[in-house]
């Protein structure tokens, strides 16, 4: 168990429609980044925040955005679904916001499903 | 365009044999070079982080290797348990603090 937890484990949903996943970070960890997993492909890097702040963001498309609350915990909002969205979307957290060895800790994934 | 590529995509050994995976990255600039486990299903969990003036690190049964120069890991894992079946995936690390994620190779151990 790596002390990341996301919600929902699973999520079946119909094209158009738009959801929330949520992700809440190892105690103490303040960075939370999000990565999307479709069916054979590699993880592909979406958004990283820092102590509430965006600090990077990589292949997001323009219907996806996230936040980091002051509590730390992460949402990742996907609206206006397609097909090709299904995928399992897993948030990681980390200690510090970067550095050579700033391992990162996967959550269980949420696994979205679009009809 | 920064990328990585392992091989082979899949593999099968029995139970208690050797086996070596290997990595292939082309990030710049190159930072440091990760293997993750990853269960079917589960979320990746780290095996080893090694910096670029690193050759080799171990944890456990799992030993990677790095050689900066020609830009190759290898992960040798070593008398081979059943648990071990899994997708190993190879991230280079580049730049400040970003990843490129390696497609995974699926080891598969039988009794």
């Known amino acids: 168990d790596s002390g990341v937890t996301q919600t929902p484990k699973h999520l079946i949903t119909a094209t158009g429609q738009r959801v929330t996943l949520r992700c809440s970070p190892r105690?103490?960890?303040?960075?939370v980044y999000w990565y999307q997993q479709s069916l054979d492909q590699g993880l592909q890097f979406l958004i990283q925040y820092y102590n509430g702040e965006e600090r990077a963001k990589g292949n997001i498309l323009e219907r996806f955005s996230a936040q980091q609350f002051p509590d730390l915990h992460s949402e990742l909002n996907l609206s206006s679904l397609e097909l090709g969205d299904s995928a399992l979307y897993f948030c990681a957290s980390s200690e510090r916001l970067a550095g050579e060895y700033n391992e990162q800790f996967f959550g269980p994934g949420t696994r979205l499903t679009v009809l | 365009k920064n990328q990585v590529e392992q091989s082979p995509q899949s593999l099968i050994i029995l139970e208690g044999k050797n086996c070596t995976l290997q990595c292939n990255y082309t990030v710049s600039p190159f930072s440091n070079l990760r293997w993750y486990k990853q269960d079917t299903g589960r979320g990746p969990v780290s095996l080893t982080i090694?910096?670029?003036?690193?050759n080799t690190k171990s944890n456990g049964r799992y030993t990677a290797t790095l050689d900066a120069d020609t830009k190759q890991s290898s992960l040798h894992i070593t008398a081979s348990q059943l648990s071990d079946s899994a997708s190993y995936i190879c991230v280079a690390g580049w730049g400040t603090d970003k990843l490129i994620f390696g497609t995974g190779t699926r080891l598969q151990v039988f009794p």
């Open positions: 105690s103490g960890d303040l960075s």
């Open positions: 090694m910096t670029f003036s690193e």
